[in-house]
């Protein structure tokens, strides 16, 4: 479900249920001239309408507005917009503590701008992770006191981190495409791999006649078919009913 149109009875539902909760991140970032500036965003949103489709997850707004960075080429006439990091921290510390006090405790966040070295990080994953940290950290000795990981209530944590069930999997990060994703797909700016997704997945955004040879990362954008996108597709939907622990809905 849509959380802005969930009524307070399917909110205490979500979370006695511990379904997923799941923020679409992004940004909004030039893409040569023939794909839509959200187009690192818009992927992220419409793989999640087809998991929602099929699963009981919760779907909380988009986040549009992360670090773009200027690397790829100037705003002025473009279009990227960069939100840096000291803005991007505070905004995400504040929403996973409301999310935390909400009672929400299986929070996701997908991103696929930057994300080819996820376990690295970029500046706009990286400060939601780190808010993520800090704010599990603060909820904890809010609400457990110090000490609260010393505790003989805590005596089952690695146990518990095997299973994946510890706090600190309260709120996890994950990237679109996973390393196996990458080496079955294509990883590019601009080029096959998401002109390729982009027709599959949100074909308005995309004009094929504005492909241009005068940029080196967009060149094989000329190889690009909603085909190929829909293969990207589905091996990015697999991906996160992994990290949600979901299921197909025919399954």
């Not at 495409?177 to 074909?203: K, N, V, W, Y």
Request: with cysteine; hydrophobic share 40%; glycine share 8%.
């Amino acid at each position: 479900m849509r959380y802005a149109l969930m009524l307070p009875y399917q909110i205490r539902l979500a979370i006695d249920e511990n379904r997923p909760v799941v923020l679409p991140l992004g940004v909004l970032e030039y893409h040569s001239e023939h794909l839509g500036v959200g187009m690192d965003t818009l992927v992220v949103e419409r793989c999640l309408d087809i998991i929602e489709a099929e699963n009981d997850v919760v779907v909380l707004p988009t986040f549009y507005y992360g670090a773009a960075s200027y690397a790829v080429g100037p705003p002025e006439r473009n279009g990227s917009v960069q939100v840096g990091v000291g803005s991007l921290i505070p905004f995400a510390r504040d929403l996973f503590r409301s999310l935390l006090r909400i009672g929400f405790r299986n929070i996701h966040f997908f991103i696929h701008h930057q994300s080819e070295n996820f376990g690295v990080g970029m500046p706009t994953d990286l400060a939601f992770k780190t808010a993520a940290r800090e704010t599990v950290f603060e909820f904890l000795e809010t609400t457990r006191g110090e000490g609260w990981w010393g505790n003989e209530k805590m005596a089952d944590y690695y146990a518990q981190q095997k299973e994946g069930d510890d706090p600190f999997s309260w709120i996890q990060g994950h990237p679109l495409l996973d390393q196996d994703g990458i080496d079955r797909f294509a990883f590019d700016h601009a080029g096959l791999g998401e002109t390729s997704l982009m027709l599959a997945l949100c074909p308005e955004a995309v004009d094929l006649e504005k492909r241009s040879k005068d940029r080196w990362y967009a060149q094989s954008a000329f190889e690009a078919s909603r085909e190929f996108g829909e293969k990207g597709r589905d091996l990015i939907l697999d991906h996160i009913r992994r990290c949600l622990r979901l299921k197909r809905s025919e399954e």
